[in-house]
């Protein structure tokens, strides 16, 4: 009984099976008769509960008893020494964590909190523009290295980071910084829950003939694929527990059932963004263009859609496409997923000649890592642009989904090449978005976390349905080019003219290197047809009586044409050349401004 003193803290069990955070309030050492407003538990519970308080305290002082006159020294002195005991008592609650003041004020917070999470019962309510954030349990790792959660979810839409403080006095506080949005999800939900909320209410808008997208945002390691893919079991993954196959599920069963009569097929594409490049992930990784029809359409020139008839269709496809999905290193993640994947279930109208237009499409995509450049420092050129691209895409994709909340007259989609593919996702009036926020809960990952949850709220606090529900017409939405999309990324999200200059030079790297690829496929497609024009002309000389002005000058004209396609090639690579002179310039500047 020693151990157990008023002001403690401790753990309880609810009369529905959850333990909760307590303060002990009074101790009885007898029947007493009254009325407590708290909640009664018995010493044996207690123990069981807290196994830590059963355990005898260690012996701090000397066998022999003293019983000296009282003086005013003798009572600070036993006002430090029970400060030293309630401070070993804190200390109890995770012995040997060196961040205990901290989890002691978390949980002392908590204490207060009424605890009503979202349940698999609650009503789902209907947005064009949805928000939310999961947060995941402690690892091993984290739970090894007495990692301290610093999230709290008290409800349905509430979110408490409690960022630990030390003042210039080395007093430690909190900082509770609070955020609401759509649903927040905490660590004990299922995929299954999080799909009930977020990608299942978008499913019937592509049968409605509109455009749903889903995005997996967050910190490498934060759980973005364990949601959009499925449960992992060690290294194997279950792709039936994923979004992917979830959403997949649901189509089938509105086809087969609601939508029969509109005779539609579903097709499914798998495709990853990785340095401003688009690669099919179903077609071995082949690297396709991405180009603009006469239609103003954004196409994926040679990318792979396959039909698919059931889910089991679906998840070969998603299982090919995971295992080829690029993959790299970081500080935080050993082997972290360094692209965009972007899924795609897509129904078409069936013809007599086939398959014809698009009646709709749902993206779902999985996010690269928003580590923002943290991970990036001090590494070579390839790592630096991976993560200059990254950024500068998730910027992009914040301010067309700004731009769709708003009904705004410019989606700036050219800003990057995820969404320029996504175009037709953040235009018209029957195009929804659903973002899940992915968050770390440990105090190591606090800063990330943050991060994570400021971009959130700022797409949350514009997605207002308040706006005019006139769609936009395709003339408002490209009269800009690349340069006034990016320019726009620079103007509203606060980059530096330092920083604006590292990623202008890395974003002209990638036009040039894109240029150059072009013109020397060009180059190489009409390589057939060059050959052919060369033995026309050579075979000319060797006939008799053969015309030589028209032979000089069919000469002259291929050959004019060869050089001016060449001198093309030859300026992109030379542009190519001196943009990574510069960019090696500007990076070394950046490196010994950091180290001075």
């Not at 003939?209 to 992992?232: E, I, N, V």
């Not at 420092?377 to 630096?384: E, G, K, L």
């Not at 400021?454 to 005019?468: I, P």
């Not at 990324?489 to 003219?497: E, F, K, P, V, Y």
Request: aromatic letters at 6%.
């Amino acid at each position: 009984m020693e151990r157990i003193n008023v002001g403690m803290h401790v753990d309880i069990r609810r009369s529905d099976g959850r333990v909760h955070n307590a303060v002990i309030s009074e101790v009885r050492k007898g029947t007493q008769s009254g009325e407590t407003k708290g909640k009664e538990i018995d010493l044996k519970t207690l123990l069981t509960i807290n196994p830590t308080l059963a355990a005898p305290p260690p012996s701090t002082s000397s066998s022999m008893n003293f019983a000296p006159s009282i003086t005013n020294d003798e009572n600070h002195s036993a006002a430090s020494q029970e400060a030293r005991r309630q401070k070993e008592q804190l200390k109890s609650i995770d012995p040997g964590n060196p961040n205990w003041q901290f989890l002691t004020m978390i949980r002392d917070y908590q204490s207060q909190i009424d605890f009503r999470p979202l349940k698999m019962s609650d009503q789902v309510t209907d947005h064009r523009i949805c928000v939310c954030v999961r947060k995941r349990p402690l690892n091993r790792k984290e739970i090894m290295k007495k990692e301290i959660e610093v999230i709290t979810i008290p409800n349905r839409d509430h979110l408490i980071v409690h960022q630990p403080q030390v003042k210039v006095d080395l007093t430690k506080y909190l900082e509770n910084q609070k955020f609401r949005f759509d649903y927040t999800f905490d660590e004990n939900t299922s995929n299954e829950m999080v799909y009930k909320f977020t990608a299942q209410p978008l499913v019937k808008t592509i049968f409605e003939q509109g455009f749903a997208t889903c995005f997996a945002y967050g910190q490498t390691g934060s759980g973005k694929t364990h949601t959009m893919g499925g449960d992992f079991t060690g290294k194997m993954q279950d792709c039936t527990k994923g979004i992917y196959a979830l959403t997949a599920n649901d189509v089938f069963k509105l086809l087969h059932k609601d939508y029969k009569r509109h005779s539609l097929q579903v097709c499914c594409s798998f495709f990853e963004i990785y340095g401003g490049k688009v690669f099919d992930l179903i077609g071995n990784k082949t690297m396709l263009r991405v180009l603009e029809d006469g239609k103003k359409e954004v196409q994926v020139v040679g990318l792979q859609e396959v039909p698919v008839h059931d889910e089991d269709d679906v998840l070969e496809l998603i299982k090919k496409g995971t295992v080829m999905r690029t993959a790299g290193t970081t500080s935080a993640n050993a082997n972290s997923s360094r692209s965009h994947a972007v899924f795609q279930i897509i129904l078409r109208k069936k013809t007599e000649k086939g398959l014809g237009r698009i009646w709709g499409k749902f993206s779902l995509i999985d996010l690269a890592g928003n580590e923002r450049g943290v991970d990036t420092v001090n590494t070579d050129r390839q790592t630096r642009m991976e993560g200059s691209e990254i950024n500068k895409s998730l910027l992009a994709l914040k301010e067309c989904i700004r731009a769709m909340g708003r009904n705004s007259a410019h989606v700036p989609f050219r800003a990057s090449k995820l969404t320029l593919v996504l175009r037709d996702s953040f235009i018209g009036s029957n195009a929804r978005t659903c973002m899940i926020a992915m968050i770390s809960p440990g105090m190591c990952c606090c800063e990330h976390t943050l991060n994570t949850l400021r971009y959130a709220d700022r797409v949350k606090e514009l997605g207002a349905e308040d706006g005019s529900n006139t769609p936009m017409e395709d003339e408002e939405l490209m009269l800009s080019n690349i340069d006034e999309d990016y320019d726009i990324l620079q103007s509203r999200n606060g980059l530096n003219d330092e920083r604006y200059r590292l990623q202008r030079t890395l974003q002209n790297i990638s036009l040039a290197e894109e240029k150059s690829c072009n013109e020397l496929t060009t180059l190489y497609e009409d390589m057939e047809r060059t050959k052919a024009e060369m033995a026309s002309l050579l075979k000319r000389p060797s006939k008799v009586d053969y015309d030589i002005d028209a032979f000089a000058t069919d000469l002259q004209n291929f050959a004019r044409d060869q050089r001016d396609r060449y001198m093309r090639l030859y300026d992109n690579a030379e542009c190519l050349v001196s943009e990574l002179g510069r960019e090696s310039e500007i990076s070394k500047k950046q490196t010994n401004h950091k180290r001075h």
